[in-house]
């Protein structure tokens, strides 16, 4: 079964959040950590986020500007690159910005256990709605049929947490990028990189080999490959 190189990309505070505990708080990083965030999007097919990510008005999954599309063109790629949506339940809303830009396919992954009314909603908006899996998303499914039927070769994943963790969970995140913001959020409460289930056990947990690391301005800029179990002490 062919899969996607599966890259995370987030960004995170020095206390490990990623937005303060009420979530008004998700965006406190550079502008170059924007930059990055393009740079990395110029070099996927697809590009992932969950449905609370994408609720949000301003977001839209798509390359940027030109020059981005443009180094999209020249390594073979195509302009826009696929957007997908990652809503086990059904639960983003149809009237969501990214239903609105039509430049590039919309994809949405759900589960069985999301109602057919919202369904049914959703494919009039989404390019297509693909479900996969009984109670949580089948991510491994779901990312073969994207290799086959879309020829996803890399696709990028922005989160959230608990998406980041169901992937992280079932072994296919291959690579990393994390950038380290000097803040402190705090707060029982407030979302990190990876929610959702977790591991119960040590040898349960994703282990991480430091690629690389670099430094601009205040912010650390870190890229992890993901070991695979073959691979872990």
Not at 49 to 62: D, M, Q
Not at 176 to 196: E, N, Q, V
Request: aromatic share 6%; net charge positive.
């Amino acid at each position: 079964m062919k899969l996607p190189f599966v890259l995370v990309n987030m960004a995170m505070t020095a206390d490990g959040k990623i937005a303060t505990a009420n979530r008004a708080v998700s965006t406190f990083t550079s502008r170059r950590d924007f930059e990055h965030l393009l740079e990395l999007r110029a070099t996927a097919d697809a590009v992932m986020s969950g449905a609370r990510t994408v609720g949000k008005e301003s977001v839209n999954l798509g390359p940027g500007p030109a020059r981005y599309r443009r180094r999209r063109l020249e390594s073979g790629l195509a302009e826009y690159n696929l957007r997908i949506v990652a809503s086990g339940s059904g639960s983003v809303s149809p009237r969501a910005e990214i239903f609105r830009r039509r430049f590039s396919p919309v994809i949405v992954l759900a589960s069985e256990r999301a109602a057919q009314g919202k369904l049914k909603r959703l494919r009039e908006v989404a390019d297509e709605v693909r479900v996969c899996g009984e109670k949580e998303i089948d991510f491994r499914r779901a990312f073969a049929w994207l290799r086959e039927k879309w020829n996803v070769r890399r696709l990028l994943c922005e989160g959230g947490g608990e998406l980041n963790e169901a992937l992280f969970r079932a072994g296919l995140v291959d690579e990393l990028h994390l950038t380290l913001s000097p803040k402190i959020f705090g707060g029982r409460h407030a979302p990190t990189i990876a929610d959702g289930q977790g591991a119960m056990k040590l040898r349960d947990a994703t282990q991480l080999a430091l690629k690389s690391v670099r430094r601009a301005g205040a912010e650390l800029f870190l890229v992890y490959e993901v070991l695979k179990r073959g691979q872990q002490s």
